[in-house]
């Protein structure tokens, strides 16, 4: 009688007081057309459709079903229907629980229930990713002999936490979080529908909201806080659940933010120009509201990388990587841990030194390309490789940088139109400070002229008493090969004086290249 048993079971859990269950659990869908949400998978004649016996294919279906998603998007749901809708036993099992003990067991009956009473078993399998690969091996046989429909769920890249001949004889689905829509659908129905509150109390619409964000997709998360602000509001006589019962039943403030609003600009705006300006912390607080807002990660990320091209650009080069490898963390592990990435990324932007001469240089050239400062371009960098391009005179006295001492050519490349025109002009911000010397000296090159002398190093102290001076200089600042010995003298040993060119700038020399000094933004 061991089908029974499992039958009387799964009867059980449904039958109980609907007061004594969760309202995530009353609220479960009983049929494939109460789901909210996943559309992709509930079409007509989707693998869903034919596991209940819907349309073509019969009521087999495929055999084996690995549902992968976030938490709270309908997994144990679809199994659940599954089972309901074929009439089969139904057998769920924890991976953090169970063993290989237990799925044998489950194996066992379900051979004999089908073979003595023809019935049917629907196993549903929940973090399979925390099984071993011994424990998932325990599973192919019964799977391989459809001894039982297998329904496994994860919140893990299956691809990483399911074994290969596991992952080969079942068809991976993939479920989405909910949208805004389809959870306001699901809220809706809760709060009217005979199974969830009856009527009881009525949603006001800044408490619907405030339960759209913390719900952060997740069905269930949205069903357990609306039934705690319920119990709030029915405690305290209110016919509805107001904002401030929700905020105090699921102790969770609502940000004063809307995304489709004017905070939704005004908060983002606040956290680049917090970057911008270099308050690492105002930065982190703008974050925070957006994370806690349910802002989507990708448009946080979006802003980031603009931020470290715009603010930041050749100060420090390594913040568009930065920003770029955040970006790339967001899409593959999403929230609630790609919050660790952009805070990372908001660190780093924040602290690095700022130069907006990247994002002035570009504009000035687009300035003039869109004012008719185009030109021809010269003839000897035109195309040269196809036939009759030489009769043309193209490529023609076109002298290769790798042939001349240096690797720099004295020729022009700019149009005639816009030649001796200076787009970039570098800061002394950062990393900057050393790409401003190199240009000028290319710059120099290029119209064969001798290259500017690189800046010399600053006045130095005269030592403490008992202390022997510092010699040499650090060359790399000017990006000068390095040099050996210590610093020459001139005339009445006093060292050479270096920064010259930074001294008549009004800049000291010395702090022209501290990435904690000034800031461009």
Avoid: C
């Avoid at 960098?381 to 490529?395: E, F, I, N, S, T």
């Amino acid at each position: 009688m061991e089908p029974d048993l499992f039958t009387a079971a799964a009867e059980d859990r449904q039958s109980k007081d609907p007061a004594s269950s969760p309202l995530a659990v009353r609220m479960r869908p009983r049929t494939l057309d109460e789901v909210v949400g996943q559309q992709h998978l509930l079409r007509p004649g989707a693998p869903l459709r034919r596991l209940v016996g819907e349309g073509e294919g019969g009521p087999a279906g495929p055999s084996s079903v690995i549902l992968w998603g976030p938490p709270g998007t309908g997994k144990t749901t679809l199994a659940y229907v599954v089972s309901q809708a074929t009439n089969k036993r139904f057998v769920e099992l924890s991976a953090i629980t169970a063993g290989v003990k237990e799925v044998r067991a489950v194996i066992d009956g379900a051979r004999r229930a089908s073979g003595g009473y023809g019935k049917e078993t629907v196993l549903f399998l929940d973090e399979i990713h925390r099984f071993s690969k011994a424990q998932q091996d325990s599973l192919l046989p019964a799977v391989e002999n459809r001894w039982v429909t297998l329904i496994a769920a994860t919140t893990e890249n299956p691809y990483f936490s399911v074994i290969s001949p596991l992952l080969s004889r079942s068809l991976l689905l993939t479920l989405e979080p909910l949208t805004d829509d389809g959870l306001r659908d699901l809220l809706h129905r809760a709060v009217a529908d005979e199974r969830g509150l009856g009527g009881a109390v009525s949603l006001t619409a800044d408490a619907e909201n405030h339960l759209l964000r913390i719900a952060g997709g997740d069905a269930r998360r949205a069903l357990t806080a609306l039934e705690a602000g319920a119990g709030s509001a029915i405690s305290q006589g209110e016919k509805e659940i107001t904002l401030r019962a929700l905020e105090e039943a699921v102790d969770r403030a609502a940000v004063k933010y809307d995304r489709d609003g004017d905070q939704h600009y005004d908060v983002a705006s606040a956290l680049i120009k917090s970057i911008r300006g270099s308050d690492v912390d105002a930065a982190l607080h703008y974050l925070a509201r957006m994370v806690e807002a349910g802002e989507d990660p990708r448009f946080i990320a979006r802003r980031l990388m603009i931020s470290a091209s715009e603010d930041i650009g050749m100060a420090d080069p390594t913040a568009l990587q930065t920003a770029v490898a955040a970006a790339q963390a967001v899409a593959l592990i999403g929230f609630p841990e790609a919050r660790i990435a952009l805070g990372q990324a908001v660190i780093a932007l924040a602290l690095a030194p700022k130069s907006n001469a990247a994002y002035l240089a570009i504009d000035a050239a687009l300035a003039d390309v869109r004012a008719g400062l185009a030109g021809p371009v010269p003839p000897y960098l035109r195309d040269g490789h196809y036939k009759g391009a030489q009769k043309l005179g193209h490529a023609q006295g076109y002298v290769y940088p790798h042939d001349v001492p240096g690797g720099i050519a004295a020729q022009q490349y700019a149009p005639d139109a816009v030649h001796g025109k200076r787009y970039y002009e570098p800061t002394r911000y950062g990393t900057e400070a050393r790409y401003a010397d190199v240009a000028e000296r290319v710059r120099a090159r290029l119209r064969g002229e001798a290259p500017p002398r690189p800046p010399e190093r600053a006045p130095a102290r005269p030592p403490a008493e008992g202390r022997p001076a510092k010699t040499g200089g650090d060359p790399k600042r000017a990006g000068e090969p390095e040099k050996t010995g210590g610093a020459p003298e001139k005339p009445g040993g006093e060292p050479e004086k270096r920064g010259q060119e930074a001294e008549k700038r009004g800049q000291e020399p010395e702090r022209a290249a501290d990435p904690e000094k000034g800031s461009a933004g």
